[in-house]
C-alpha cells in the first residue's frame, strides 16, 4: 500500500508555545497535500543553548505542549503524526530527546529516545555535549503500521549504521532520521549519510530537518529529504525557513531494491583479529 509522507522543515526558537502554533500550521499544509504520514524535525519544542533557561520552560510528558499539540494534529488531521523529537524533562532531573509517533485517534503509538549523544568538538569552535544534560535512549524499535514497518532514529543517530542494519534486518521498509544538523557538519555529510543509510538497506529515509539561524545563535543545515531505497532524492528543501516536502512512498519498491541487491540475506558473521604489526613486507605470523 503506497502512501504520500511530509518532512516538514522548521526553524524552532527558544519558545514552545510558538513552535507547536508553527508546527501545527506546517501540519495542517502537509495534510493538505494529502499526507498521511507528517514527520516534524528533532527538537521540534525548543532550540535552546541557554541549559537555565531552557529547564525553566521544560515539562513532562504529560504536560508538554509539542505532545499535546502532535496528539489534537493527529486526531484532527486522522493522520500518522511524528513528532520527530522534543525536549521532556524526566524525573531525575535530566532530559530526553524524545520522538513520538500518534495515531490517527491520537493516541502514542511509539517513542523513541535518541541513543546516541552528540559529544562533538568541530572545527569552527563549535563545542557539543548533549550528554551532560540528556539521558540516552537504549531501546531501538520497528513499528508495524497499516502502510509500513517503521523504524526510527534521530540527528546524530544517522552515523551509526549498526543502528539502521538491525532495524532493516528486523524488516523495517521506512527509516525516519528527524534532525537539527549543524550548518558545518550537514554542508559536509548530511545527504551522503542519508543516501548511504538507504542505498545499504534498501529503505526508504525520510528526514525532517531544522534550518537556518535560530534564536540561540546556531545555525542549522536544513535540507529535509525523502529517500527512496535506491537512494533517489524523492524530494528536498532549502537551506533555510520553514517548509514542507511530500513524495508517495511505495514500500513494494523495498522488495525490489533487496531482490536486486540482497545484501541483507547475504551478510554473514565474521571474527576481526588485531595483527600486531609488519615483519620485512609480511605480516606477522
Known amino acids: 500500500m503506497s502512501f504520500k509522507a511530509a518532512a516538514v522543515q522548521m526553524c524552532s526558537g527558544v519558545d514552545p508555545v510558538k ?32 541549559r537555565a533557561a531552557a529547564r525553566a520552560v521544560l515539562a513532562d510528558e504529560a504536560h508538554d505542549i509539542i505532545v499535546k499539540t502532535g496528539s489534537e494534529l493527529a486526531r484532527e488531521l486522522g493522520i500518522h503524526m511524528h513528532v520527530g523529537s522534543t525536549a521532556i524533562a524526566l524525573a531525575d532531573g535530566k532530559i530526553a530527546n524524545r520522538g513520538f509517533l500518534f495515531g490517527p485517534d491520537g493516541k502514542i503509538f511509539n517513542r523513541y529516545d535518541k541513543i546516541h549523544m552528540f559529544d562533538v568538538d568541530l572545527d569552527n569552535g563549535e563545542s557539543w555535549r548533549e550528554s551532560a544534560a540528556y539521558t540516552a535512549g537504549s531501546e531501538a524499535r520497528v ?21 539502521f542494519r538491525a532495524q532493516a534486518v528486523a524488516g523495517a521498509e521506512v527509516m525516519t532520521v528527524p534532525a537539527a544538523f549543524t550548518k558545518q557538519t550537514g554542508e559536509a555529510h548530511w ?24 534564536e540561540d ?27 514542507v516536502i511530500v513524495a508517495e512512498i511505495d514500500p513494494s519498491a523495498v522488495k525490489a531494491a533487496h531482490d536486486k541487491i540482497p545484501n541483507l540475506r547475504n551478510g554473514r558473521e565474521f571474527s576481526v583479529e588485531k595483527i600486531a604489526g609488519a615483519i620485512a613486507g609480511g605480516v606477522a605470523a
Open 19 to 50: 513552535n507547536a502554533a508553527a508546527m501545527a500550521r506546517l501540519v495542517r499544509e502537509a495534510a493538505g497535500q494529502g499526507a498521511t504520514y507528517v514527520q516534524t524535525p528533532e527538537m521540534t519544542g525548543m532550540l535552546q543553548r541557554d
Open 143 to 163: 513499528l508495524s503500521l497499516p502502510f509500513a514497518e517503521m523504524g526510527f532514529a534521530i540527528c546524530y543517530d544517522v552515523r551509526f549504521p549498526a543502528l
Open 191 to 214: 545527504e551522503i549519510l542519508l543516501r548511504a543509510r538507504a542505498i545499504e538497506n534498501g529503505v526508504f529515509v525520510i528526514a525532517a530537518a531544522q534550518a537556518g539561524r535560530h
Open 217 to 243: 545563535g546556531r545555525e542549522t543545515f536544513g535540507h529535509s529529504m525523502i529517500i527512496d531505497p535506491w537512494g533517489t532524492v524523492l524530494a528536498s528543501a532549502g537551506a533555510t525557513g520553514e517548509a
